[in-house]
């Protein structure tokens, strides 16, 4: 039984090409029926059937197959048309398409969808991929003898269900690595302790815990089939194991009435890495793949002896988990469906790859389990009298079992190429079975030579001077504990003990000369600028202190246990993969005012999905847009940021009062807020600068403003004007409304132009006269036209306004008192006549 999960899973639009009958040619029943029969000759399925007295039968007849097989076990599953390879699978168990093993149905639902597609497409499916092709072993037998379940006693430890049914499933994901475990027979326990609660997420909940370093597996009371009459022990041994993996994989109990337990496998991989220490397993995605690019990663883990889970999703976006645990010549892959060993055989895992069909994002697979076997393992201790001869002074047979290893005398390249793979490393960097744990090599010289520890992307790495430890020395190795030549060791290279993530103890003395220093479980250069390693398997938080400039390369690589990771104030850069298998990683706080620059995947296989990201307030946008950092979808600010606020006014107005907002927690004290810009500041742009004034948290950062002076409103306007038929037009004058600061025409760069279309040949009436153009610094322009009055011809003389009005406007009345006009500047246009300028009668002729 699975949960059904809210994935994304893309549209499968199948478009139907051509009729069904144009290609298709239905087999026989006869040929259906030598087709079973050929599938029951194979193996152990041909001893299982001449022992049966009951002849062959039809099971079922679906649409696209047909299954032929025994009442009482073994059956055979046989595709209907020609276009489709005949045998689909078979098993030496009973068929009951009814029962509950919803990962078999889930196989009968998907090849029947992909056969039907086929034939009526009229596509010939060829079985294209065979384990040769890849010179893979013709056959790999079934691995696993478990035929395990989800119900008692493996859900013995699991949740009560809420709905009053019992206990939750297993669920089948922790099922199938189960079983896996159980054929490795190990590991001995995990590492680290991790919580889950039930109903799912609900802290409210049942709480589900689990201390994986002091849960100890009981290998030896786990058997393979748990019928009637298993004892107490060998139930509580297989519901230990059953709700640990479940709680690695974040299960999302429930019972079968609540759609049973279920979990992602790309969270049981995470899971796996994190408190089992499988740093090589991965999750994989069929649609990543092509048909035989696929189907050769499942011959390679097979013929390794590395079953793996397998899972897949319905339509309904239900997700189910089995294991592939062996392969036929044909290529049929042995399936374990979890489901108390009901269905297991072999099927057809390869025709789920139809061309323009794509089943394949429905499949996926978490590969590379193979946990440390908990068995007996040997510690040694041996002299080396040459340099490069410590292999020939081990056991061969029992290379691979050394648990500890104390080494004496001088050892160079080659005797440190032979502990890395000890240590569960090649020479390459490929993974063998070399478990040690404890190397001490306290009473050794590690002597320099032209000899080779390492081959790293096809670069011979040697050791270039006595007693030193270069670049990624015992990378990815399996110790537990090392001691370093007490002599002291006169230089720390880049990734020493990268990824050596249950290294936990480090005995590490500097040489007078030392280009390190060992601070607890850190090692800096000698300023401490530079954070080189810390010891991977530390549990408290780790604070980068101020003062380190660079994390190196590697730094924290396999620091998988830690949770909380505080940057110092003056880290500028972060090396490559620093924090690569950072898996329990809940909080990074980076404390620096400008972003750290990164090397390349400095966050490599870290929790980045749930990890939150504390970043100084006001930077988060930032952060979230760059690379690498923008893996972190939980980006949280902390601190305070004091930003001065951006003003305006206008030019000629007094500067605003210049205020600030914070950002972030409560400020203590205030801030010194100054800008260089006065009343009389040309028009523009100028910077409000914020400093510290009483504020005394160092972590607080200041953001200037800015005041922006915008043009003045300044209007032009034309004075009206009249003259007689026949004359020229007066000089038009032009009046200011709105200057500033004292400011007169000068300031115009381009004075405004004035037209009118009357001339001396206009006739009587009245004319527009125009004012555009114009542009002055710190003022934008505004136009009144005025307008020319053209009147009949008088004979009067006009009287200019210099003369008679000395250059000042003013009010020009009729002697009966009433204003002709208001603030004149001339007595030109006014009709001939008497009028009281300033108390005078003055005669315009």
């Known amino acids: 039984m699975n949960k059904s999960y809210n994935m994304v899973l893309a549209t499968m639009c199948l478009a139907l090409l051509m009729p069904s009958a144009l290609n298709a040619k239905p087999r026989t029943l006869q040929q259906k029926m030598q087709a079973a029969t050929a599938a029951f000759s194979k193996g152990q399925l041909s001893k299982m059937m001449k022992a049966k007295k009951a002849p062959m039968k039809q099971l079922k007849a679906a649409d696209d197959y047909t299954v032929f097989g025994y009442d009482n076990g073994g059956f055979a599953i046989i595709a ?3 276009l489709v390879p005949a045998v689909l699978g078979y098993s030496e168990s009973s068929f009951d398409d009814k029962a509950g093993n919803e990962s078999f149905k889930w196989w009968l639902s998907a090849v029947s969808e992909v056969v039907k597609k086929n034939v009526e497409e009229g596509k010939t499916i060829a079985r294209t991929t065979k384990p040769t092709d890849g010179n893979f072993p013709e056959a790999v037998p079934m691995l696993l003898t478990t035929k395990w379940g989800q119900e008692a006693p493996f859900n013995n430890l699991c949740p009560i269900a809420t709905d009053g049914s019992g206990r939750c499933l297993t669920g089948c994901a922790a099922t199938s690595t189960a079983q896996v475990f159980y054929y490795h027979k190990g590991p001995k326990n995990g590492m ?38 298993y004892s107490t022990q060998e139930a509580d041994a297989v519901a230990v194991l059953m709700r640990d993996l479940g709680v690695a994989a974040d299960m999302d109990y429930g019972s079968t009435a609540q759609g049973g337990s279920g979990t992602l496998h790309e969270t049981l991989a995470r899971g796996l890495q994190r408190y089992y220490g499988l740093t090589d397993v991965k999750y994989l ?7 035989q690019g696929w189907m050769n990663v499942i011959y390679d883990q097979l013929s390794r002896n590395l079953p793996i889970v397998y899972g897949g999703f319905t339509k309904q976006r239900e997700g189910h988990s089995f294991v592939l645990d062996g392969y036929d010549a044909e290529g049929l892959v042995h399936v374990n469906w979890g489901w108390n060993g009901d269905q297991n055989g072999y099927y057809d895992i390869a025709i789920l790859d139809p061309v323009g069909y794509k089943f394949t994002q429905m499949q996926e697979a978490v590969i590379n389990i193979e ?34 290893l104390k080494v004496n005398g001088d050892i160079n390249a080659t005797d440190i190429r032979t502990i890395r793979e000890m240590a569960g490393v090649d020479e390459n960097g490929g993974r063998t079975r070399g478990r040690l744990q404890k190397l001490d090599l306290s009473n050794t010289n590690i002597l320099a030579g032209s000899d080779y520890y390492l081959i790293d992307k096809g670069n011979k790495l040697t050791i270039k001077a006595d007693n030193t430890l270069p670049d990624k020395l015992f990378y990815g190795c399996s110790m537990e504990e090392i001691s370093f030549p007490s002599a002291g060791i006169h230089n720390f290279g880049k990734g020493v003990w990268a990824y050596c993530n249950k290294l936990s103890h480090v005995s590490l003395t500097p040489a007078a000369d030392a280009n390190f220093k060992v601070v607890g479980n850190m090692i800096y250069n000698t300023d401490k600028t530079t954070l080189r390693a810390v010891t991977p398997l530390v549990r408290e938080d780790i604070n980068i202190p101020d003062g380190v400039k660079t994390i190196d390369d590697y730094a924290l690589a396999g620091c998988s246990m830690v949770r909380k990771i505080a940057i110092g104030n003056d880290v500028k850069n972060i090396g490559r993969e620093a924090f690569g298998y950072c898996w329990s990683m809940e909080e990074l706080k980076v404390r620096p005012k400008t972003i750290p620059q990164l090397g390349t995947d400095v966050f490599a296989a870290a929790n980045t999905q ?21 893996e972190f979808t939980n980006i949280v600010e902390f601190g305070v940021t004091v930003k001065a606020r951006n003003l305006s006014r206008i030019y000629g107005d007094d500067n605003p009062e210049l205020t600030y907002t914070v950002i972030g927690a409560e400020l203590e004290g205030k801030p010194e807020l100054t800008c260089e ?13 914020i400093g510290r004034g009483t504020i005394q948290d160092e972590d607080v950062e200041f953001e200037d403003g800015y005041l922006i002076i915008k043009r003045a409103p300044l209007e032009v306007i034309v004075e009206d004007a009249t003259r007689g038929k026949g004359e020229s037009n007066p000089e038009f004058t032009l009046r200011y409304e709105g200057f500033r600061n004292g ?22 009436g009245e004319y527009e006269i125009v004012v555009e153009g114009g542009d002055a610094d710190n003022y934008d322009l505004s136009y009144t ?23 000042k406007p003013c009010d020009i009345y009729s002697p009966t008192g009433q204003l002709v006009r208001k603030q004149a500047h001339s007595l030109n246009g006014l009709p001939s006549g008497v009028y009281v300028v300033k108390g005078k009668k003055i005669l315009v002729k």
Not at 198 to 226: L, Q, R
Not at 285 to 291: I, L, M
Not at 788 to 806: F, K, P, R, S, Y
């Open 285 to 291: 995605e069929r649609e990543d793949y092509s048909e």
């Open 677 to 689: 810009a006065d009343k009389t500041s040309d028009a523009g742009r100028y910077k409000i600068k």
């Open 743 to 764: 400011d007169t025409e000068s300031v115009f760069n381009e004075k405004p132009q004035i037209t009118c279309v009357a001339d001396e040949n206009s006739p009587e």
């Open 80 to 82: 209907n048309d020609d």
């Open 371 to 404: 946990p440390t076997p908990a068995i007996s393992r040997i510690s040694g201790e041996v002299s080396v009298t040459k340099p490069g001869t410590l292999r020939s002074l081990l056991e061969e047979e029992s290379f691979f079992h050394y648990e500890g």
């Open 785 to 807: 036209n005025g307008k020319l009055t053209v009147t009949g011809a008088t004979g009067i003389t006009a009287v200019e306004a210099d003369t008679m009005l000395n250059g």
């Open 610 to 630: 749930t990890c939150k990201l504390t970043v100084r307030a006001g930077s988060k946008a930032r952060y979230a847009s760059l690379a690498q950092w923008k």
């Open 192 to 229: 680290g302790s991790h919580t889950i609660y039930y109903p799912y997420g609900m802290t409210s909940g049942v709480a589900i815990s689990v201390d994986f370093e002091k849960s100890i597996y009981d290998w030896t009371n786990m058997i393979d089939v748990y019928d009637k009459g």
